[in-house]
T-cell receptor, first 115, second 114 residues
Framework: AQKVTQAQTEISVVEKEDVTLDCVYETRDTTYYLFWYKQPPSGELVFLIRRNSFDEQNEISGRYSWNFQKSTSSFNFTITASQVVDSAVYFCALWPRNQGGKLIFGQGTELSVKP | GAGVSQTPSNKVTEKGKYVELRCDPISGHTALYWYRQSLGQGPEFLIYFQGTGAADDSGLPNDRFFAVRPEGSVSTLKIQRTERGDSAVYLC????????????FGPGTRLTVL
């Protein structure tokens, strides 16, 4: 089965706190890609990051960092020093190479950052 | 440059009516995708075009749904005999060349079937 699980439905933090969004995936494909998208209240899905299954290096981009661990099939996303503008729904997605163009999304985690 | 655009942004229709949703991909992107997002859920794949042809339509829920991309650019998603269960946000995405390129999404069309 190809599946993405985001167990946290909602998270609420106070500004400047660090927050980690969890993502666990299932696939039998050996080649796949993982993504994170942000969906602010405006509704448009904004691309954040893409990783392929052969690259387990963690990545940092400003306040954002991603931890990819194949051993636990997880691709977690951390926001450091959160800001109110980070409030959005965040989606983790899986793209198994043998699935053509089909992205498989998790249910999303709604992050609320309060001032 | 301009991103993916979708029209209309909102569409309200009555049960049984026919609707068309339009997607204009990023200029130069040859791959185009349609997804459907129900309230509180992640997007679900509907169909994928490579150029003018549908490379994968396995996500279309039934034969009331149909999509075209006649000139390899703009795409139209067509829904016949709409049902209340079709109410959702319909998202379009495009990618540069291959199905391995990153998909960039448009703002979506919110369809409400009364």
């Amino acid at each position: 089965a190809q599946k993405v699980t985001q167990a946290q439905t909602e998270i609420s933090v106070v500004e400047k706190e660090d927050v980690t969004l969890d993502c666990v995936y299932e696939t039998r494909d050996t080649t796949y890609y993982l993504f994170w998208y942000k969906q602010p209240p405006s509704g448009e899905l904004v691309f954040l990051i893409r990783r392929n299954s052969f690259d387990e290096q963690n990545e940092i981009s400003g306040r954002y960092s991603w931890n990819f661990q194949k051993s636990t099939s997880s691709f977690n996303f951390t926001i450091t020093a959160s800001q109110v503008v980070d409030s959005a729904v965040y989606f983790c997605a899986l793209w198994p190479r043998n699935q053509g163009g089909k992205l498989i999304f998790g249910q999303g985690t709604e992050l609320s950052v309060k001032p | 440059g301009a991103g993916v655009s979708q029209t209309p942004s909102n569409k309200v229709t009555e049960k049984g009516k026919y609707v068309e949703l339009r997607c204009d991909p990023i200029s130069g992107h040859t791959a185009l995708y349609w997804y459907r997002q129900s309230l509180g859920q992640g997007p679900e794949f509907l169909i994928y075009f490579q150029g003018t042809g549908a490379a994968d339509d396995s996500g279309l829920p039934n034969d009331r749904f149909f999509a075209v991309r006649p000139e390899g650019s703009v795409s139209t998603l067509k829904i016949q005999r709409t049902e209340r269960g079709d109410s959702a946000v319909y998202l379009c995405a495009s990618s540069l060349v291959r199905d391995t390129d990153t998909q960039y999404f448009g703002p979506g069309t919110r369809l409400t079937v009364l």
